[in-house]
């Protein structure tokens, strides 16, 4: 077995705002990250699509959504008459668990369809799908069939790891082997906020960083992250900016590009999973 260690650094949350799009381009551009999911439901998606266009080697997937989780910034499907998956307002609830009580399968899987076709209806060529707040991870036979519809890797872990790893977690494994769909072996994600009541600070989110690229296992890890500027439009969204913005900076610095050298790390992109999940 291959001792190799590959890692796809993949911002999450492309569309949902200016400022988030600012990032992402920035870091996208400059060839800090390897890959982003795009939410094809929010205001400022149009925005992603046209950067995206001007750079088409930019490695995207589709962040299928059925939360929309700020207080005052809303989204909701792209389908119309999608009633069980709205609240009272049209809009998508703020929980995902709200979307496991009360979402008919059957209408997630059609929003997801729609938000799938509409990316490539707008020209883009996605290269994997994910979930927004795992709301559908309850439903993995529909996300898995999905993946063999578009012929298109999922983002699941196939060793599991500490948040939204299934009950059935090797029965699913199993399916996606049969089907033929990719997965990565790690998944990791850079904290939203501050552990244990600290203020945040740049150092929780680059100790964080470090940690996962030291101990960064043989085969494919993806490590997520959520990075964003901080505008006075990012700080009327949500309280958790000031770690999208150290999320934004952290992969910038020089000692965290010099610590992926020095532990031979080879970053890779979601593009390649698919690509090998195609020639199969």
Not at 42 to 64: Q, R, Y
Not at 112 to 130: H, K, R, V, W, Y
Not at 192 to 212: D, H, L, R, S, W
Not at 222 to 250: C, G, Q, Y
Request: charged letters at 25%.
């Amino acid at each position: 077995m291959s001792n190799e260690r590959f890692l796809i650094l993949n911002a999450d949350d492309f569309g949902m705002c200016h400022s988030t799009n600012e990032a992402i381009n920035t870091l996208l551009t400059e060839g800090s990250i390897t890959s982003a999911s795009l939410m094809m439901t929010c205001p400022w998606t149009l925005e992603a699509v046209n950067l995206i266009k001007k750079n088409p080697s930019m490695d995207i997937g589709v962040h299928f959504t059925h939360t929309a989780e700020w207080n005052v910034y809303k989204w909701g499907p792209l389908k119309s008459n999608m009633n069980t998956l709205v609240d009272e307002n049209g809009y998508f609830p703020a929980d995902t668990h709200t979307v496991v009580n009360y979402a008919d399968p059957e209408q997630l899987r059609e929003e997801a369809i729609s938000q799938m076709e509409f990316a490539i209806a707008l020209g883009l060529d996605p290269t994997n799908i994910d979930n927004h707040m795992g709301s559908m991870h309850h439903v993995m036979d529909i996300l898995l069939d999905l993946c063999e519809r578009y012929q298109l890797p999922l983002r699941y872990a196939k060793q599991g790891h500490s948040f939204r790893t299934q009950a059935n977690h090797e029965e699913i494994v199993a399916l996606a082997e049969k089907k033929g769909i990719q997965l990565p072996d790690y998944i990791e994600m850079l904290p939203f906020f501050a552990p244990g009541g600290k203020e945040p600070a740049y150092q929780i989110t680059k100790e964080a960083a470090i940690n996962c690229i030291c101990s960064l296992k043989p085969g494919v890890t993806e490590l997520v992250f959520h990075p964003s500027l901080d505008t006075n439009e990012l700080k009327a969204i949500t309280e958790t900016w000031p770690m999208r913005r150290f999320e934004f900076d952290v992969f910038r610095d020089k000692e965290i590009q010099e610590l992926l050298r020095s532990e031979d790390i080879r970053l890779i992109q979601w593009r390649d999973l698919r690509n090998r999940q195609r020639q199969m």
